[in-house]
């Protein structure tokens, strides 16, 4: 059984940092996608961070430069430390996990594309 549980959320200023964490626990895959997504009151979901087993991560322009994603894999914990950050990156933020086979060539951004994915943890950026 895959469980996903995130925490490090929080309230901060404009300009602020945090680090979410995600422990994982439950999934065996040797190759895989792993990723960070947000989604703010009345808006749709949308990828934040994405690494692959390789060590390969990909981010959005909206937050390219101020996060960055990695993972201890001793302890199977996904991070997402988050620095600069804005009013806009108020968000609910779910990690989400899933395989990645050998034919593609990088980590699916769509979150339909993940198929385990943690209960999330709020952050607030105030101005």
């Known amino acids: 059984q895959v469980e996903l549980v995130e925490s490090g959320g929080g309230s901060v200023q404009a300009g602020g940092s945090l680090r979410l964490s995600c422990t994982v626990s439950g999934f065996t895959d040797s190759r895989y996608c792993m990723g960070w997504f947000r989604q703010a009151p009345g808006k749709e979901p949308e990828g934040a961070a994405f690494?692959?087993?390789?060590?390969?991560?990909s981010y959005p322009a909206s937050v390219k430069g101020r996060f960055t994603i990695s993972r201890d894999n001793v302890k199977n914990i996904l991070y997402l430390q988050m620095n600069s950050l804005k009013p806009e990156d108020t968000a609910m933020y779910h990690c989400?996990?899933?395989?990645?086979?050998?034919?593609?060539?990088?980590?699916?951004?769509?979150?339909?594309?993940?198929?385990?994915w943690g209960q999330g943890t709020q952050v607030t950026v105030s101005s």
């Open positions: 989400a996990v899933r395989g990645f086979p050998s034919w593609q060539t990088s980590c699916p951004e769509v979150p339909s594309d993940y198929k385990y």
């Open positions: 690494l692959d087993n390789g060590g390969i991560t």
